[in-house]
């Protein structure tokens, strides 16, 4: 199970994810034409109540905000809808690029939680790279390592597979069963004493040969 990221660094970017839309939205007077989707998906899907116009508003604006954020840094933009652009912000800088991934990210629900974490990770990283030796901290590092690299190097594969296979749940139940950590689980795993048909089981009988009976 992956854990949501967690790290004070990256306050940056949850202080000011509010602010993103700012600078998308059109100026005053100007005619968010691209919200007029919401009215022609709820005229043609045959089912109009299961469309909330104010989730579908929230989800274009993430979108046209990784769109230009991007596209800002791409053209080294001084500003955005008469406003600076948010790669040039004091706080920010080419960090700007990273926003736009997890911006992305966002938009693709838990199905993204690898690619969210690891940018998380490279976020802190190089958030930390910009400050001096004494601010260095354990448990900095250890999110680091936790995030940067390890997710999608050792946790995805390993999901990418179990998926795969349609069996996912039951996989992942017999796995926690025998690996699992009591204090993490809650419960201790019985599926060997008791003689279980389980996929580790299964799997073990597969490979064994007698002398290994």
């Known amino acids: 199970m992956l854990v949501p990221f967690q790290h004070k660094e990256i306050s940056i970017f ?9 600078h998308t939205l059109p100026e005053p007077g100007g005619k ?49 809808r008469s406003q600076t652009c948010w790669h040039r912000l004091d706080n920010v800088g080419l960090i700007a690029f990273n926003d736009s991934i997890m911006v992305e990210i966002v938009l693709f629900g838990f199905n993204a939680s690898v690619p969210f974490l690891t940018t998380c990770g490279q976020s802190l990283d190089t958030l930390n790279s910009n400050k001096g030796v004494s601010t260095f901290a354990t448990d900095t590092y250890k999110t680091i390592v936790a995030n940067k690299t390890s997710h999608y190097t050792f946790f995805l594969p390993t999901a990418a597979a179990i998926f795969a296979s349609n069996q996912s749940d039951c996989y992942q139940d017999d796995f926690v069963d025998c690996f699992g950590k009591r204090e993490v689980t809650g419960k201790l795993g019985t599926d060997i004493q008791y003689n279980k048909c389980s996929w580790l089981a299964v799997v073990c009988t597969q490979r064994a040969n007698d002398s290994n009976n």
């Open 14 to 22: 949850d202080d000011n994810f509010s602010e993103y839309p700012i």
């Open 32 to 80: 968010p034409v691209c919200f007029r989707l919401i009215d022609i998906i709820r005229d043609l899907t045959k089912h109009p109540d299961k469309y909330n116009s104010k989730d579908a508003s929230t989800w274009l604006k993430k979108l046209q905000c990784f769109l230009v954020l991007s596209d800002d840094i791409m053209d080294n933009s001084i500003t955005r």
